[in-house]
């Protein structure tokens, strides 16, 4: 079973445009398994004290890892440098960085992201 880990942003927009977990369980049609790192826990937290949409998107989203169960892995590093770490053939990252995307596409890495801010993607 692979490991799919979400970005910190990907979990924000995940919560803006209202995408199911299931739809991104269906687009891959693979098993996997969900992980978030404690260090976005962390960005999130610190998002969702900002008053406003982005606040509010970040409270969401700790809503969503909360209910879903969605495993925790405790690293201290920053996202970006854990996934470039730990990233292997069976790890998938979901992100909308662009950067990140394209480091992890020279070291053979899955990732999936969003496109017009509703279409999942795989690169």
Do not use: C, W
Not at 32 to 37: A, D, G, I, Q, W
């Amino acid at each position: 079973m692979r490991k799919l880990f979400f970005d910190t942003n990907f979990l924000i927009d995940l919560a803006k445009f209202k995408i199911e977990l299931e739809e991104i369980l269906d687009f891959l049609e693979e098993p996997v398994e969900f992980f978030v790192l404690s260090s976005s826990i962390e960005e999130l937290k610190k998002i969702a004290r900002n008053k406003g949409k982005s606040g509010n998107m970040a409270k969401l989203a700790l809503k969503i890892i909360k209910l879903k169960k969605i495993e925790i892995l405790e690293e201290k590093e920053s996202p970006d440098k854990v996934f470039l770490r730990i990233a292997d053939k069976n790890t998938i990252i979901a992100t909308n960085d662009s950067n990140l995307r394209k480091k992890l596409k020279s070291l053979g890495i899955k990732t999936i992201y969003l496109r017009a801010k509703k279409y999942l993607e795989v690169m």
